[in-house]
């Protein structure tokens, strides 16, 4: 008797007919390649089973750019106070404490008014709230006041600032 062997029937990836594999979805149970998977929580998905969402920390909607735009102009507005009214009594070692006060107040409270989202915008939002509240009080006051140890603050604030919301 002669035994006849047979191969495996070799599986191909349900989108991708040129490719062999040996996944499949987890939930419809089509084979797919490792280009078509998605990792779910319940394990390997396709493409249409899995439907990847962003989480929700980074779906950051316009009105939450809306809401850190009018508070960072508020923080801006409070910080050009302080700055105005520290030059007044310590001089340039204000230019100093200012920004760095600044990222600080701009990076947490942006951050809470958002909900703790995460995104570039906001990232910019917030350094820009540092960097414009500098420029305004150098303006209405004397921009020999900055020195190199302000502009080391400034950068200082900004990355501060940014930390809180970057991704």
């Avoid at 200012?98 to 917030?126: D, F, H, Q, W």
């Amino acid at each position: 008797m002669a035994e006849q062997q047979t191969e495996p029937q070799a599986i191909t990836c349900h989108w991708h007919p040129g490719v062999s594999t040996g996944l499949s979805c987890s939930q419809c149970r089509r084979p797919i390649c490792t280009e078509c998977l998605v990792q779910a929580p319940v394990g390997i998905r396709c493409r249409e089973c899995g439907r990847a969402q962003p989480l929700p920390t980074f779906d950051v909607r316009p009105v939450f750019y809306v809401r850190a735009a009018v508070v960072a102009a508020v923080i801006a507005v409070i910080g050009v106070f302080l700055g105005t009214f520290l030059a007044m009594l310590i001089g340039g070692l204000a230019f100093v404490v200012m920004p760095l006060a600044v990222g600080y107040a701009a990076g947490e409270v942006i951050s809470r008014v958002v909900n703790l989202k995460r995104s570039r915008g906001l990232m910019c939002i917030a350094g820009g709230t540092v960097v414009f509240s500098v420029i305004v009080s150098l303006f209405l006051l004397d921009f020999r006041l900055l020195g190199l140890w302000g502009m080391l603050a400034t950068v200082g604030g900004v990355l501060i600032a940014i930390r809180q919301v970057r991704l």
